[in-house]
């Protein structure tokens, strides 16, 4: 039998054993809670002046039992009764707790009831003679035209409490089933609500959540909804305040979702606290990118560094993966004094896997520079194509260079350096190097990821910076670029700002923005575009 979670310090040993015998009970499943059960949990919740907890099954067992404080008791979701069921199922199990004042489910059970998809969740109040008052039930709904997601019942007398709770319980699974039956069945991992704070004005925080969702969708991630909180200062324990964290669970349940992607680099800490918060996986900005990341990666090179970013972003995570990992590997105490934590051992195996990963990328970064000597002995110029992520960098690639490089509208479609030797309309020859998509606020670790790119561009003669002039941030992209650019040292390379996907915009209105940058309006799909601009970039090789 599982222990009695909850301190219980202070309590009589009969007390406990009172609390530990609800373990063994069986109630009529009929019930919501029947009465004997109600005046046992409320005479032991006013004999302790504590609030207490228990879990039923739907054959009316008490799987496991809980004692909280004077104010609230916490849901004992171990053992195997915290796994979050799919949207067309409920969990099977109720909540039935006491509470010392009469009212309505408070906010934090009705997250629990959203979190946990429990069959229902049943308040008994607890009367001045320590026995029980009212009976309050709450419970899910399907979907439904005023976006109402949980009823509550009219407080009840034990004595008044209607004997087809099982029934109402299967006829709402069978509405709840059939309101996702149409649905396509994705697994909740990859389902995701997307959640952004910011403190400046709402135009720009919902651009980025544009991109957030972007970034998600070129990671197989299906976006369910989002969510924007508007804060001076993010909050140091969960990013969020509490009441959008009860929306996120609110919203996670009723769309089937098991991620939260934030539009921002969090912590160790604060990504363990939301873990535990919503039962959610959870996902920032840097961790998004890195999955797209290990998804797109195809030559040795790009996995390697993929990998090699991956866990330089894990080992100061290790922490925020539970208690689990605080626990002691190794033999026997008495036999093999202290041992050492499981964090201790996996630290070390990440720093070993690290020395033996910068090895290898020393490696291929010398193939790599060897190749580039070559090309700079026999005289070819080199064009770098550089650009924000998703700007059309190897759709202009290819027009240039009549190949077939990967290109798609998604961020990162290109994850590794291509070089192709380009025979200009003048004569002169040239290699031309499609580069990965750059991105606002990259953080060291995914620079490392785009060594290659940049060692590529530091050799370049000229760089085309790409613009999606379709794009409403592209003046916030430019600048993101030519940061980047001025930060790797390599803002003294000449370059020529192309302006792409003139053929979804007004020319009259982006034309003047162009001539303003001293750059080219054209579509990398337009044969003539590609061949006016191939005419200008051998003019500005030569010169």
Same mark, same amino acid.
């Given at each position: 039998?599982?222990?009695?979670?909850?301190?219980?310090?202070?309590?009589?040993?009969?007390?406990?054993?009172?609390?530990?015998?609800?373990?063994?009970?069986?109630?009529?499943?009929?019930?919501?809670?029947?009465?004997?059960?109600?005046?046992?949990?409320?005479?032991?919740?006013?004999?302790?002046?504590?609030?207490?907890?228990?879990?039923?099954?739907?054959?009316?067992?008490?799987?496991?039992?809980?004692?909280?404080?004077?104010?609230?008791?916490?849901?004992?979701?171990?053992?195997?009764?915290?796994?979050?069921?799919?949207?067309?199922?409920?969990?099977?199990?109720?909540?039935?707790?006491?509470?010392?004042?009469?009212?309505?489910?408070?906010?934090?059970?009705?997250?629990?009831?959203?979190?946990?998809?429990?069959?229902?969740?049943?308040?008994?109040?607890?009367?001045?003679?320590?026995?029980?008052?009212?009976?309050?039930?709450?419970?899910?709904?399907?979907?439904?035209?005023?976006?109402?997601?949980?009823?509550?019942?009219?407080?009840?007398?034990?004595?008044?409490?209607?004997?087809?709770?099982?029934?109402?319980?299967?006829?709402?699974?069978?509405?709840?089933?059939?309101?996702?039956?149409?649905?396509?069945?994705?697994?909740?991992?990859?389902?995701?609500?997307?959640?952004?704070?910011?403190?400046?004005?709402?135009?720009?925080?919902?651009?980025?959540?544009?991109?957030?969702? *972007? +970034?998600?969708?070129?990671? %197989?991630?299906? #976006?369910? !909804? $989002?969510?924007?909180?508007?804060? @001076?200062?993010?909050?140091? /324990?969960?990013?969020?305040?509490?009441?959008?964290?009860?929306?996120?669970?609110?919203?996670?349940?009723?769309?089937?979702?098991?991620?939260?992607?934030?539009?921002?680099?969090?912590?160790?800490?604060?990504?363990? *606290? +939301?873990?535990?918060?919503? %039962?959610?996986? #959870?996902? !920032? $900005?840097?961790?998004?990118?890195? @999955?797209?990341?290990?998804? /797109?990666?195809?030559?040795?090179?790009?996995?390697?560094?993929?990998?090699?970013?991956?866990?330089?972003?894990?080992?100061?995570?290790?922490?925020?993966?539970?208690?689990?990992?605080?626990?002691?590997?190794?033999?026997?105490?008495?036999?093999?004094?202290?041992?050492?934590?499981?964090?201790?051992?996996?630290?070390?195996?990440?720093?070993?896997?690290?020395?033996?990963?910068?090895?290898?990328?020393?490696?291929?970064?010398?193939?790599?520079?060897?190749?580039?000597?070559?090309?700079?002995?026999?005289?070819?110029?080199?064009?770098?194509?550089?650009?924000?992520?998703?700007?059309?960098?190897?759709?202009?690639?290819?027009?240039?260079?009549?190949?077939?490089?990967?290109?798609?509208?998604?961020?990162?479609?290109?994850?590794?350096?291509?070089?192709?030797?380009?025979?200009?309309?003048?004569?002169?020859?040239?290699?031309?190097?499609?580069?990965?998509?750059?991105?606002?606020?990259?953080?060291?670790?995914?620079?490392?990821?785009?060594?290659?790119?940049?060692?590529?561009?530091?050799?370049?003669?000229?760089?085309?910076?790409?613009?999606?002039?379709?794009?409403?941030?592209?003046?916030?992209?430019?600048?993101?670029?030519?940061?980047?650019?001025?930060?790797?040292?390599?803002?003294?390379?000449?370059?020529?700002?192309?302006?792409?996907?003139?053929?979804?915009?007004?020319?009259?209105?982006?034309?003047?923005?162009?001539?303003?940058?001293?750059?080219?309006?054209?579509?990398?799909?337009?044969?003539?575009?590609?061949?006016?601009?191939?005419?200008?970039?051998?003019?500005?090789?030569?010169?």
């Amino acid at each position: 039998m599982s222990k009695l979670q909850g301190k219980t310090l202070g309590l009589k040993k009969s007390q406990v054993r009172a609390l530990e015998k609800l373990q063994r009970r069986k109630i009529r499943p009929e019930q919501a809670v029947t009465l004997e059960f109600a005046r046992e949990i409320a005479g032991l919740a006013a004999e302790t002046g504590r609030c207490i907890g228990v879990v039923v099954d739907r054959r009316g067992r008490v799987l496991k039992a809980a004692i909280g404080d004077a104010h609230k008791v916490l849901y004992p979701n171990g053992g195997g009764h915290g796994e979050i069921p799919a949207a067309k199922r409920l969990s099977g199990l109720r909540f039935v707790h006491t509470s010392f004042r009469d009212g309505e489910p408070s906010h934090a059970d009705l997250v629990l009831l959203s979190r946990y998809r429990l069959d229902a969740l049943v308040r008994v109040s607890v009367d001045a003679e320590g026995g029980p008052e009212f009976v309050r039930t709450a419970h899910l709904l399907p979907p439904n035209p005023e976006g109402k997601k949980i009823e509550c019942s009219p407080p009840m007398r034990p004595t008044e409490l209607p004997e087809d709770f099982l029934e109402e319980v299967e006829a709402l699974e069978e509405e709840l089933g059939r309101s996702v039956s149409g649905l396509k069945v994705v697994d909740p991992a990859e389902r995701a609500i997307l959640v952004g704070v910011h403190a400046g004005p709402p135009g720009p925080a919902r651009e980025l959540m544009d991109e957030l969702a *972007n +970034l998600a969708r070129s990671a %197989g991630i299906e #976006v369910v !909804d $989002r969510l924007l909180q508007r804060r @001076e200062h993010p909050d140091p /324990r969960t990013v969020v305040g509490s009441g959008l964290l009860e929306e996120v669970i609110h919203r996670a349940a009723a769309e089937n979702a098991g991620l939260l992607v934030l539009d921002q680099n969090i912590s160790p800490v604060q990504s363990r *606290n +939301l873990q535990e918060a919503t %039962g959610l996986r #959870v996902f !920032d $900005r840097t961790m998004l990118i890195l @999955e797209i990341f290990g998804r /797109r990666a195809v030559t040795s090179d790009g996995k390697i560094r993929v990998e090699l970013a991956r866990l330089q972003y894990m080992l100061p995570h290790l922490m925020g993966r539970g208690s689990e990992m605080g626990q002691i590997a190794g033999g026997h105490r008495a036999t093999r004094g202290l041992g050492e934590q499981k964090l201790e051992v996996e630290r070390r195996a990440i720093r070993r896997r690290i020395d033996h990963l910068e090895e290898e990328i020393e490696r291929i970064g010398t193939r790599r520079e060897e190749l580039r000597k070559r090309r700079r002995l026999s005289g070819i110029p080199t064009v770098a194509i550089v650009g924000y992520a998703n700007a059309g960098k190897s759709t202009l690639f290819n027009g240039i260079t009549k190949s077939h490089v990967r290109a798609e509208a998604l961020l990162f479609a290109t994850l590794e350096t291509t070089v192709r030797r380009v025979h200009l309309p003048g004569g002169l020859h040239a290699a031309f190097i499609d580069t990965v998509g750059f991105l606002r606020d990259l953080p060291p670790i995914l620079l490392d990821a785009f060594r290659a790119t940049i060692e590529e561009i530091d050799n370049a003669d000229l760089i085309l910076h790409v613009v999606d002039s379709s794009n409403p941030a592209f003046p916030r992209h430019i600048v993101a670029v030519e940061g980047t650019l001025e930060a790797l040292g390599l803002g003294s390379i000449p370059r020529l700002v192309v302006f792409n996907k003139r053929d979804l915009v007004d020319p009259a209105g982006i034309a003047p923005i162009a001539a303003r940058y001293g750059g080219v309006l054209l579509c990398a799909l337009d044969g003539e575009d590609v061949k006016s601009l191939t005419e200008r970039v051998e003019r500005i090789l030569r010169g």
